[in-house]
């Protein structure tokens, strides 16, 4: 029996906000996004296995990673 399994990422835009970058100091819009690893059988994700989230600047796309209480924070603002 074959079984044909994996793990893919799945990158989701959650919203934008706007912000100043710590990089480039330019304020714009901030994407915060979330990427997701999925474990898949037969090309089917059955499970998510990490999660995580970062901000990403639209001028020089610098990523900041936050965590789930700060994406909420955010979320909440």
Request: proline share 5%.
């Amino acid at each position: 029996m074959l079984i044909i399994f994996g793990f893919t990422q799945k990158l989701r835009l959650l919203f934008t906000r706007p912000g100043t970058c710590p990089r480039c100091g330019v304020h714009g819009p901030q994407r915060i996004m979330e990427r997701a690893s999925k474990l898949t059988v037969f090309f089917i994700p059955l499970l998510t296995t990490r999660r995580s989230y970062y901000s990403e600047c639209w001028n020089c796309g610098q990523q900041t990673a936050l965590s789930r209480q700060q994406k909420d924070a955010l979320a909440a603002a």
